[in-house]
Structures are given as C-alpha cells and as structure tokens.
C-alpha cells in the first residue's frame, strides 16, 4: 500500500531537542527540590508531553504539584527552552534535505508531545512555516503518547485536506521513541523509528528502522 501522507514526531525527528528540554526541566524542578538526572530523563520521560512528565515525575519523586503549580513550572519549561533554541537550532542530520525532498509531494503533519508555541517558533526560525499542516502539539490533545489520539487527531487533519481518499497505513509516521511508536500503531499508521534517542530492542514494533532519515525509501514501504 503505497504512502500518501507523512506524520512527524518533533523532538527526535526533526530537531535534537530533547537535551534542550531535559536542560529547561532541571532547571525549573531544582528549586523545588526534585533532581532528575540525564539516565532517568532518558529513560523514563522521553516522548511525553509536558503535563504527563510531571505527572510521571511525581509519582517516581513522590512531590505532588497541584494544577497551578504545573501550569507555572510549564510556562517557566517554555521560556527556558526557547531562550536556549534562540541562540541554535539543532536539527537532526538529513532532516534538511529529507524535508525539501518530499514536501512538495506529500501532505505533511506534525504530531508531538511538545508546546506549540515550541513547535511554532522553531519552525518560524527554520522557515518553515506552512510545510506542516495540521500540527498536533500537547495542548490538541487530553492524552499524550503511547495514548493514540494526537496521531488520529493527525490523520483526520491530513484526510480533511487530501485530494482523494486516504486510509490510516497510507499515513506514515516517523518516530523516535516507544510511547510514539505505540501511538502511532495504535492509530492504525505505519511507523518508521529513527535510532536518535533509542536502540533497536525498543523499537521493535516500528515497521523499519533507520539511523536517519537520509535512509527512508518512501517508494519501498
């Protein structure tokens, strides 16, 4: 079944933002008295949205935040990370030449765990605004991955401004993590893991793995 649309993961995928990220959070978290450490971000909070990785962080800390305390540690998360991509933005390798090669034939989407205001300054600073369309960020969705939503919220979008019918596996989507992975199959797509933040025994249930994206054959899926 050949691929008519592209969904892409974000943080991973298109840029190598998740030590930014992880930089932002120690931050806010330490004057509150959590200390996350590179290890445990890794492998415990990769692929999460903001609100469950606090959520995920209290229930291993054993620190409860109530609603107003997320919701300013989050504002804080935000100003810090994108302090930090406005000095650089650290696109993945082949990303680049990946995108412009395929984005004049396919419908693209995003589908992230991240901010959109996040998403929506790196791609203004890339000049990239308009590639992507539509764009699931953390606040499109209740549930984040592995939960399947923001990537059926995707397809819908995709199939509302698709020329012609599109079933779900004629949507690929490029993941870099096992809670997107999850997500992404759930929603009934196909799944390309790039080996950015994990190795293969973790994304197994991917139907190809690559190292970048400079290796995807859309012809051969």
Not at 13 to 39: F, K, N, R, S
Not at 93 to 122: H, L, T, W
Not at 173 to 188: F, L, Q, R, T, V
Request: glycine share 8%.
């Amino acid at each position: 079944m050949p691929i008519k649309a592209l969904v892409f993961d974000f943080d991973g995928i298109i840029t190598d933002t998740e030590p930014v990220h992880m930089d932002a959070w120690q931050g806010v978290l330490e004057p509150a008295g959590v200390i996350v450490g590179e290890d445990e971000f890794r492998r415990d909070y990769v692929g999460l949205n903001d609100r469950d990785f606090l959520d995920a962080v209290s229930r291993a800390h054993g620190h409860h935040f109530d609603d107003h305390e997320k919701a300013d540690m989050i504002e804080q998360k935000t100003v810090a990370t994108i302090g930090m991509l406005s000095e650089e933005i650290p696109l993945l390798p082949g990303v680049a030449d990946f995108i412009q090669a395929v984005r004049k034939s396919y419908p693209m989407a995003i589908c992230s765990g991240a901010n959109r205001s996040e998403i929506e300054f790196i791609l203004k600073q890339l000049k990239w605004n308009g590639y992507f369309d539509p764009i699931v960020a953390s606040d499109s969705v209740t549930h984040g991955k592995p939960d399947p939503e923001g990537y059926i919220r995707a397809y819908e979008g995709l199939v509302e401004i698709s020329d012609g019918p599109l079933l779900a596996a004629e949507a690929l989507a490029i993941e870099d993590s096992p809670k997107g992975i999850a997500a992404a199959k759930a929603a009934g797509l196909m799944c390309v893991a790039v080996r950015n933040s994990f190795d293969d025994d973790v994304l197994k249930d991917a139907d190809t793995v690559v190292d970048s994206l400079s290796e995807v054959d859309l012809g051969s899926l």
